[in-house]
């Protein structure tokens, strides 16, 4: 059965434009063009990814966002933001809120299909159970299967992607890991597909790490590390 695509956006000629593309590679795609549209399609659907435009004609996308996070039938439906704003706050906030991912536009159509297809390829490799379940650095302890992180015995909660780009650092504690490599193993895009995501995220995932921040380490040209010791 193919994917099922809701694509909310309120300008006709963009919305057609992304439901020909996408079907034309096989998946099932639904469009509209405002929030009460989107939310009636949400009660009656099964999605595998939403791809959301903010400025809508009867309110923000991020509102959506925020009702889709929330709720225990749609919680794990990944969205995609495609927006005009490419203000850093607002993709700061869309990624709190639990988007997966921030397209600005103009944007490549090729490059948000390649997009939407990691997503998705990513969201079928995370229901294979891991093999390691608990994962500790320090006062820092991970449960890879409930996707739970405390520092501490204290609670600290991450968004999907940000869960999986710590899983990744810490796995790899003490290697440096570039940019590209990043978004090929967690995000899952191809090296030749550029974005300041991974910035993003980094910086947003050190100041929900707090004191455990600092073990993020930059490398300046080159990309992220773990340190290999707590020390």
């Not at 405390?150 to 609670?155: G, M, S, T, V, W």
């Amino acid at each position: 059965m193919s994917d099922k695509i809701l694509v909310i956006e309120d300008e006709p000629d963009i919305r057609k434009t992304l439901e020909y593309n996408l079907t034309r590679e096989g998946f099932n795609v639904y469009g509209c063009g405002s929030l009460q549209e989107a939310r009636n399609f949400l009660k009656k659907q099964e999605f595998s990814i939403v791809l959301l435009d903010l400025m809508l004609p009867d309110g923000s996308g991020l509102d959506l966002c925020k009702e889709a996070k929330s709720n225990e039938a749609t919680k794990d439906i990944p969205i995609v933001i495609i927006t005009a704003k490419d203000d850093e706050v607002d993709k700061v906030v869309g990624f709190e809120l639990g988007a997966d991912d921030y397209v600005t536009k103009p944007f490549s159509v090729r490059e948000l299909i390649l997009r939407v297809k990691a997503i998705l390829k990513r969201n079928l490799k995370s229901s294979i159970p891991p093999v390691e379940i608990k994962r500790s650095f320090g006062s820092l302890t991970m449960d890879t299967e409930s996707h739970e992180v405390f520092i501490d015995d204290h609670e600290i909660i991450l968004t999907a992607l940000e869960f999986k780009l710590l899983n990744q650092l810490v796995e790899r504690r003490g290697r440096v890991q570039t940019r590209d490599q990043l978004l090929e193993d967690v995000w899952g895009y191809s090296a030749d597909v550029t974005t300041r995501t991974v910035d993003t995220h980094i910086k947003r995932l050190r100041e929900k790490l707090g004191s455990m921040g600092k073990y993020v380490q930059t490398k300046r040209g080159v990309g992220y590390k773990f340190s290999r010791t707590p020390e």
